[in-house]
């Protein structure tokens, strides 16, 4: 009886055993298809990777094949870089001289700016000076002294005599736009002497005979 409870003793543990040896298979059944699913991803992302390379390669080949086709080399690039530093350098120099002539003419027109106000000073006829008749007043319909208006070539600085005794006193009148704003700005002008317009919807042009 002994041996008997004894033998069952064993084929319990046994069979206890055995369902663990079972559980673990089980796990390690699990474990080993998880990881050939990884495995066979990393095969596959090997095999795409070696494609890539593959097609990087070839776009290499190609590339370099293009470069040997264009002429390209080290030397012609340096060239170039040599060449397009001259360039820089060439229209900086160009630059700075273009600079420097813009900045002799600005003195010079800025000279006989001031001149033109000196003259302009001394003739006192040649000053307009009048306030704003209405709000948001329009001084482009202020045309000016009918004198200031008057372009004189230089080539023809020798009819300036003529010119003046032809225009006389009229050349003092000041050019405005029509008679409304001349009406605006003698009642509320407050102008700084009297003076005589001239609206341009008054002026009717005529031109003199040969004989005249």
Known sequence: MGQLAEAKAKIAQ???EEEQAKVKLNMQQKELGALEARLKAHAKEV??????????????????KKVEACG???????????????????????????????ISSLSH????????????????RLNFEYDD????????????????LITLPEEHYNKATALEIAGGNK????????E?????????GRMRKRVTFIPLTKISARTL????
């Open 72 to 102: 390209w080399s080290e030397g012609k690039e340096k060239e170039l870089e040599t060449a397009m530093r001259n360039g820089r350098e060439e229209v900086k120099a160009l630059t700075e001289v273009r600079y420097r002539k813009l």
């Open 133 to 148: 008749p209405v709000p948001n007043f329009d001084k482009r319909k202020v045309k000016g002294v009918a004198a200031q």
């Open 47 to 64: 095999g795409d990777n070696t494609k890539k390379v593959e097609n990087l390669m070839k776009g290499l080949k190609d590339s370099e």
């Open 109 to 124: 027109l800025l000279v006989d700016s001031q001149e033109r106000e000196r003259i302009k000073s001394r003739i006192g």
């Open 209 to 212: 005979s040969d004989s005249v």
């Open 171 to 178: 050349l003092f009148n000041v050019v405005i736009e029509d």
């Open 180 to 188: 409304k704003v001349g009406k605006e700005l003698i009642k509320n």
């Open 14 to 16: 046994g069979a206890a």
